[in-house]
Structure formats: C-alpha cells, structure tokens
C-alpha cells in the first residue's frame, strides 16, 4: 500500500483506532469526539480504496489490510511522537515504564540501549522471565512492554518485529581442537591458531580452500554424542531446533549441564564444560577473540525473530512510547 501520500492525521487517528480496538476508544485517547474518529476513518478508507475495519457489535476488528498498515506505519508514527511530544523534566513523577522479556537480550542490548533515556529521567522497572508468561502479565496489565521471543496469537496484543537472532554451535578451543582439526593455542601473533595458515593445522581439518572442515558445513553430529551438553532446559529447545534445521534429524540425549540462563551456558561452554548452541549476540565477542570457537558455520542457521509487544492502545505514560521508539531503532543494529 502507498502511504507517501495520505493524511499524517488520519494515519495517526487510525493507529488509534487499530490499537483501542473501537472508535470510542481511539476518540478518548485523541481527544476527539467519536464522529470525527468516524469521519476521519471513512476518508481514509477512501484514500486506501480498502476496507480497513470489520465493524462489530462492540468495537471493530482490523482487516488484513489494517494489520499491513499498522506494521508500517507504527515504529514511525510513535518515534515522531517520542520526538515532538513533551518530555517531562527529571524527578517530576512520571511513572516508572514496566520493561520485560528474556534476561539476556535486557541485560546485553537492551538495557544498555536504553541508559541514554535513564540518565533523562525515565525510570524503568525490568522483569525478566519465558515469553508465554511475561505475555499473560502484559495482558493482565503488569507490563507496558514485553519482548518476545514468538508472536504472541490473537489481537489483544500489538507487536512490531524488533530483531533476529541467529544460532551457533559453539564449544570451548579444547574441544574444538579434538572436534575439528582446530588448534587451542594462539599462533605467534598473538591469534587464535585456528584463524592462521595451514602449516599450524592438522591437514585432516582442512577443506579445500584451506578453511576448516567444520566451516564447510562438514561436522558430523554424531561426534558430538561424546561431548557434554549445556542448555539453559531440560527440553533442549534450542539445540533441538538447530539439529532439526541443520542437520535434518532428532535430537536425543540428556543435556550434562542445565542453567536457566545463558548467561550462564556461556560461561560453563567457555570454561570448557562442552558445547552448547547459543544465539549469536551473546558469544560473538567470545568468538572473535578466539576464547569461543563455531564448530559449523551452515549458510542457512537458524533464526528466531523476536518481537516487541504492548496492549492495544496509547499508554497514559509519554515514556512507554520513547523507551518503544528507542528499543525499535537501538535493535537495527542488534
């Protein structure tokens, strides 16, 4: 749909309406009165030439059409808002902002995205815990914002993507080296041995360009059965997943090392407890610098979009819709 050329206002009156779910909704929150919310929504059905609202015994349901829209026009409209709106001073009572989603991603991208709006006087509140949880206290009116690691189902939520994460097999360079060919130590440059030349790597871990087989997509699974495996749960759902993507099969074993965060799989993996498939965010300073080492590059790894999620409608606090805006433009770099 070409939005270059409709109404700023009626896109923001529509946004309105998509988040309360009803035009009464979208008049309070606007300050408008319910026909005019009308009126504006008729011109700009015309504009669009689609129907964007299923109108029902109490409120409307937005048409596909809607929901295309909305994802288009939401990160924008509430960026433009952040910038134009008021911003209370520091220390006159604005509300805390609720912030929720998986430990990881707040405490190493999130939160420190977000210190710039701290040190202007925003106060946050953060929980963490499981998507399907943290998204029931959002409904339920706990949070203002939640990050998901899924989609949460249904239209009583509204959520925009914010950021993929991409998955790797990673282990410790003492395993490594037994796994792949790949040497531990640090060659006389001061790097990993692994990311010299052939004349310190056994031949056998080369493939034909001179990279290690690992990297050619080459690593049979099943010298993994010996090595110990560190998840964060007893159901293995990343390492399932990345088996079941990768490698086509079923993954069946037990894990040897199990942490409820990955924070702490990171450390047992580095300490050379055993491998473990992590996303890529957490370990990619660990991987450059030799202390991590990616058994398998494949040229398709698995990726896990993640998504950040609110009630429908405009919160009362002005600082929910700049912590959002923040979040969504900090997490292109992610």
């Not at 026909?35 to 299923?54: C, D, I, K, S």
Request: glycine share 8%; aromatic share 4%; charged share 20%.
């Amino acid at each position: 749909m070409e939005t270059a050329s409709l109404d700023l206002n009626l896109l923001r009156t529509f946004l309105a309406v998509y988040r309360s779910g009803s035009f009464t909704g979208a008049a309070r929150l606007l300050g408008l009165s319910q026909p005019t919310v009308t009126t504006q929504m008729r011109a700009l059905e015309r504009q669009t030439g689609r129907e964007l609202f299923e109108r029902l015994p109490r409120g409307v349901a937005p048409t596909p059409v809607a929901d295309e829209l909305a994802a288009r026009i939401a990160a924008p409209l509430d960026e433009l808002a952040a910038v134009v709106g008021p911003t209370p001073p520091a220390g006159t009572g604005a509300e805390p902002v609720h912030l929720a989603g998986p430990a990881e991603l707040l405490c190493t991208k999130a939160l420190p995205a977000l210190a710039p709006l701290v040190a202007e006087g925003v106060r946050l509140r953060v929980a963490t815990g499981l998507t399907d949880p943290l998204l029931e206290e959002l409904r339920a009116g706990r949070h203002d914002l939640v990050i998901a690691t899924t989609r949460p189902r249904g239209r009583t939520l509204q959520a925009v993507a914010l950021t993929d994460e991409e998955f790797v097999l990673v282990a410790a360079p003492v395993w490594a080296e037994r796994l792949t060919g790949r040497r531990s130590a640090q060659g006389s440059e001061g790097r990993p041995a692994a990311a010299q030349g052939s004349e310190g790597r056994p031949a056998a871990a080369q493939g034909s360009d001179g990279r290690p087989a690992a990297a050619e997509g080459g690593l049979d699974p099943a010298v993994l059965h010996g090595v110990p495996l560190v998840t964060y749960a007893e159901d293995l759902p990343i390492a399932r997943r990345y088996w079941r993507h990768v490698f086509g099969r079923r993954l069946s074993r037990t894990a040897a090392v199990t942490v409820p965060d990955l924070r702490g799989v990171l450390a047992a993996v580095v300490a050379g407890a055993g491998f473990s498939v992590l996303p890529r965010y957490l370990c990619q300073d660990l991987l450059d610098s030799g202390a991590l080492v990616a058994l398998l590059e494949p040229e398709d790894p698995p990726i896990n979009t993640g998504f950040l999620v609110q009630r429908p409608g405009a919160s009362d606090n002005p600082d929910v819709a700049r912590v959002r805006a923040l979040l969504l433009r900090a997490a292109r770099d992610w």
